[in-house]
Every structure is written in C-alpha cells, then in structure tokens.
C-alpha cells in the first residue's frame, strides 16, 4: 500500500507542476463544432465542478487544482472498491 | 473528445450505451476470471494517473490542443480488459463531477476512448507478435496508441455526423475528414506520451510490467 500512496503523491506533484502549462484550446471535437458553427448545447447536467473549476476559489490555478486533487482521489478511491469487487478472491490454482 | 450532451441524437446514444454495456460485461467477466486481488492498487494508480493526465491538454496547431486519451496505456499496464473498466470509471467521473463529456453521451464517449483504448491492446499484440528486439515493441507501442485516438476519433466522428445537429452542418461528409485531419495530429503527441512513459516505466520499474507480461498470458 505504502508505494501507492507515493504514487498518488506523484500524480499530485505531477498536476502541480504542469497545471500551468496545460493549454487551453479547444480540443479537437471543439475545434470541429466551432468550424462547422455548431455552439455547444447547454450542459443537460452542470457536474458539481464544471470546466474542472473548484466552486468558490476565484484563483484559477488553485480552483484547478483543487479540483484536479478532488478527481484524482475520487478516481483511485472508486477504481479501488470496483477493481476490488471485480477481481478474484484467491489466487489462480496454477500458480 | 469526450462528446457533450446534445451533440448526438437519442437513438445513437441508446445503441452506444448497449454496445458499450456489452464490452464492459465481457471485460468484468475476463476481471473475474483472470486477475488476482493484488493487482487491485494498480488498476486504481492507473485510472488516477490517466484522469490527471487527461486534464492537461497540449497545443497542437492552430489554436487547437489534444490531451492524452491513455487507453493504450492502460491496456499495456492493465491489459485490454481491465484498461476498459478503467477507462470507463475515468469517463464517469468526469461526466458527473466534471460535465466533462455528457450523461447521454456516456455510452458513445465509454466505446470511443475505453472500448477502442482497451482492444488496442490487440492491436499492440499484432503489430509485435515475434517482436525481436525492444524497439519493435516500443513501435508497436507507437502504433497501436495512434491508433486507439484515430480510430476513436472516426467512431465519434460517424456518431455525431448521423446525428441531426451535425447533419444539418454536412454531416459525416464533414465530420470524418475534420476529425481524422486534428486527431492524426494529436494521435502523435499520444504515441509519443505513451510510448516514453512505457518505455521509462520499464527502464525504472521494470515489475511492473513483468507482473503483466504473467497475467497477459494468463488473460489470452
């Protein structure tokens, strides 16, 4: 477990660093829409961080930031309990 | 390339969510019957890894970024199976918390960047089958991730040029051609992201991937 939290520490220090440098361009599909004209609908359901902002936190960097942290551990944490749901109790016999 | 809500017409996303139901029963099967527990902590340190990364787009040209999909990256650590449930917790993180994709459109973005990302571990398979030397793999690496974005790419490109909103615009006659033309190039920052780390991965942590070469045969 011990290497797992250094590498979750890694993950952060990695959206520390280069968080700054992340481009802000539309991506491709973006790029498509706007060529053709096509304005992105209204967001059916808004998610509780839009546009990977942090509610409240006017600086951008912190706000995304905090909201990349926030994803980071959501994800492991979720990954964790469904890899752990999914796979096998014991080990395979052949081993 | 995560599509938003609104961009596909309900009976694509109604077909996509079933097909993408379909791959990730076939995948939770192979999980069940192929991986061990202790593989667990590094399913989720690689889902971590891949949604932080996801969130760093780089420039490309004109004004338009990509960022890495990573699903070869992850059928190389994880292998196919694993890679797609991955992946497909990834996605659904975003589109909860993040609106980053749509809830409809989950299906479509789940079989575009987790189905196509985690079979392009076959892909891999293919191209460095009887691989003599390191390099072959490292190409094949290269390939395959390329691949997995283009490929992923024409999938979305097809499901929004069907749909109305793109229809009314050209369709898939315009749609195919504009995808494919940025995502060959953000296909090249994949391959050359995925291919470094792995290669870096194997150079430094080299247990890593041999715990996966014994479960790779194992899983095929």
Same mark, same amino acid.
């Given at each position: ?10 993950? *952060? ?8 440098f992340a !481009?802000t361009?539309?991506? @491709?599909?973006?790029? *498509?829409?706007? !060529? ?5 609908p209204?967001?059916?359901w808004? @998610? ?13 960097? *912190?706000?995304?930031?905090?909201a990349?942290?926030? @994803?980071?551990?959501? *994800?492991?944490?979720? !990954?964790?309990?469904?890899g752990?749901v999914?796979t ?6 052949n081993? | 390339m995560h599509?938003?809500?609104g961009?596909? +017409?309900?009976?694509?996303? &109604?077909? =996509? ?9 076939w995948s939770?099967?192979?999980i ?29 040209a ?9 699903? +070869?990256l992850?059928?190389?650590? %994880? ?8 992946m497909t917790?990834? /996605? =659904? &993180?975003q ?6 994709g749509?809830?409809?459109?989950f ?12 079979l ?11 691989a003599k ?13 390329w %691949?997995s974005?283009?490929l ?7 499901? &929004?040029?069907?749909?109305?909103m ?7 006659? =315009? ?5 494919l033309?940025w995502?060959?190039?953000i ?7 995925? +291919?470094?780390?792995?290669?870096q991965?194997?150079? /430094?942590q080299?247990t890593?991937?041999?715990? %996966?070469?014994?479960l790779?045969?194992?899983? /095929?």
């Amino acid at each position: 477990m011990k290497s797992y939290r250094k590498a979750l520490l890694l993950i *952060v220090i990695f959206l520390i660093v280069l968080i700054p440098f992340a !481009s802000t361009f539309p991506d @491709g599909l973006e790029r *498509v829409a706007e !060529s053709l004209g096509i304005a992105e609908p209204e967001p059916l359901w808004p @998610g509780l961080m839009s546009d990977y902002a942090f509610p409240g936190i006017n600086n951008p960097y *912190v706000s995304v930031l905090a909201a990349g942290v926030i @994803g980071v551990f959501l *994800v492991f944490s979720i !990954s964790y309990v469904v890899g752990y749901v999914s796979t096998r109790k014991h080990k395979q016999t052949n081993e | 390339m995560h599509i938003p809500d609104g961009f596909l +017409t309900p009976a694509i996303c &109604i077909i =996509m969510y079933i097909i993408s139901a379909v791959f990730l029963v076939w995948s939770w099967k192979r999980i069940k019957e192929n991986y061990p527990r202790s593989f667990v902590p590094l399913i989720a340190v690689s889902s971590a890894f891949i949604f932080a990364a996801q969130m760093l787009n780089f420039p490309i040209a004109y004004g338009t970024s990509g960022h890495l999909v990573g699903g +070869t990256l992850l059928a190389v650590l %994880l292998g196919p199976h694993a890679a797609i449930l991955s992946m497909t917790i990834v /996605l =659904m &993180i975003q589109a909860i918390f993040f609106a980053d994709g749509g809830i409809f459109t989950f299906g479509a973005n789940v079989f575009n960047m987790a189905v196509i990302g985690g079979l392009s571990f076959y892909i891999l398979k293919i191209i460095s089958s009887g691989a003599k030397s390191q390099k072959h793999v490292w190409m094949g690496v290269f390939v395959a991730s390329w %691949l997995s974005v283009v490929l992923g790419s024409l999938a979305c490109a097809l499901q &929004i040029g069907v749909s109305p909103m793109f229809a009314s615009a050209g369709g898939i006659l =315009m749609t195919v051609p504009s995808m494919l033309f940025w995502h060959t190039i953000i296909g090249i920052g994949e391959a050359a992201i995925t +291919t470094s780390l792995i290669s870096q991965l194997q150079r /430094l942590q080299p247990t890593v991937l041999n715990g %996966l070469a014994i479960l790779r045969r194992e899983v /095929l």
